[in-house]
């Protein structure tokens, strides 16, 4: 299984960032995948779930913010985020489930003036 995430960078209070998130080694169309964020001394957490149907759930503190999606012809997962906070600001984890929970390496989103 390997999960390649991308798209994180530096972006001012009120701006937008799309996470990508490539899949390989997995039936990607029949799996939910998950983003989940880790801030500096904070526990990881889930930000958002999306089912290999299309059913999407986001965390209270990101929704109408954030969307997640994905492409199963592309084998891609996504997470649009608009209006970011600088708590926002953490590494953005890709991740699936499988008997044991996948990881991809991170991307990491700053929200900063």
């Known amino acids: 299984v390997q999960l390649q995430a991308s798209g994180g960078g530096l972006v001012q209070p009120g701006g937008s960032l799309r996470l990508s998130c490539k899949a390989s080694?997995?039936?990607?169309?029949?799996?939910?995948m998950d983003w989940y964020r880790q801030a500096p001394g904070k526990q990881r957490e889930l930000v958002a779930s999306?089912?290999?149907?299309?059913?999407?759930d986001v965390d209270d503190s990101v929704k109408g913010r954030f969307t997640i999606s994905r492409d199963n012809v592309r084998r891609t997962l996504y997470l649009q985020m608009n209006s970011l906070k600088p708590e926002d600001s953490a590494i953005y984890y890709c991740?699936?489930?499988?008997?044991?929970?996948?990881w991809g390496q991170g991307t990491q989103v700053t929200v900063s003036s």
């Open positions: 080694g997995i039936n990607f169309g029949l799996n939910t």
């Open positions: 999306i089912s290999g149907g299309g059913n999407a």
């Open positions: 991740s699936v489930a499988l008997g044991r929970r996948y």
